[in-house]
Each structure stands twice: as C-alpha cells, then as structure tokens.
C-alpha cells in the first residue's frame, strides 16, 4: 500500500494584519525613521491592478526621501518592499510583473535569512535592456 502526504495548508493572510517577519521589518523601518535615513513608512498601503481580477498588495510602501526639482513642488521618492519568508511562485510572478508595471519605483525582495535582513532589488526589463555604463581602460 502507497502513503502519499497530503499538501500541508497553509494559513491564508489577513488584509491588514502583520505577521511576525513583517512585524520584525517594520521594528526595522521604524528605527529608520527616526534615525532620518527614511521619510516615512506604511503597511499595504495599496493594491497594484497587474491583470484583470488580479491585483498585487505589496507589503510596505517605503518614502526614502523627497525629491526636490530645480523649478517645481518637492515629491516623495518611493519603493515597495515585499516581505516573505518562503515564496510561492505566484508570488514571485506578480512581484515581477508589478515592478515592471511601475517602473517609476523600485520594488524590493525582503527576508530575514541567518539572523540578517537579505534585502533584493527586484530587477525589471529596463534593467536587462538599459545600456551598461562603460568601463574605463586603464
């Protein structure tokens, strides 16, 4: 007689409600407030529309600082950071696709690995295609 495991569900998330990596990143984020190297910082803030009937809802929106232009009104320079501690592919697809959809911002991939924050751009087309900078001869 074969045994097969049965998939182990797992807990669905609840809009609104941290769960212990994301309220160890905010603990994070908030030390980065007040020592200024962030404007200001808050939980699912938003959700991104990537297709029909599917949306993305990042987990934190990230004001890094205000952007002055020479003529013209001050406005915020933002990212998205995505907190995970195991990723199922569809997350990583709507990650994907939505920082590709909103090239203005940079989203960024969060986990807490070894005791330490690993914390990664989410590269977009742009990135692939954008000319390299070149490097100097010596």
């Known amino acids: 007689m074969t045994r097969f495991k049965l998939p182990v569900k797992r807990q669905?998330?609840?809009?609104g409600q941290?769960?212990?990596?994301?309220?160890?990143?905010?603990?994070r984020l908030e030390l980065l407030r007040l020592a200024g190297e962030i404007v200001?910082?808050?939980y699912e803030p938003r959700?991104?529309?990537i297709a029909y009937r599917c949306t993305y809802t990042p987990d934190f929106e990230v004001v890094v600082r205000?952007?002055?232009p020479p003529l013209g009104r001050p406005f915020p320079i933002i990212e998205y950071h995505e907190v995970k501690g195991f990723m199922e592919d569809d997350a990583a697809v709507k990650l994907k696709v939505a920082a590709n959809q909103n090239a203005e911002h940079n989203f960024y991939l969060v986990k807490w690995k070894n005791k330490a924050w690993n914390?990664?751009?989410?590269?977009?087309?742009?990135?692939?295609?954008?000319?390299k900078p070149k490097k100097e001869s010596k």
Request: hydrophobic content about 40%.
């Open 66 to 68: 205000m952007h002055t």
């Open 47 to 49: 959700k991104i529309t």
């Open 18 to 27: 941290m769960n212990a990596t994301e309220k160890r990143y905010a603990e």
């Open 119 to 131: 914390i990664k751009r989410v590269k977009t087309l742009y990135d692939m295609f954008a000319p």
């Open 12 to 15: 669905s998330h609840v809009a």
């Open 40 to 42: 200001s910082w808050k």
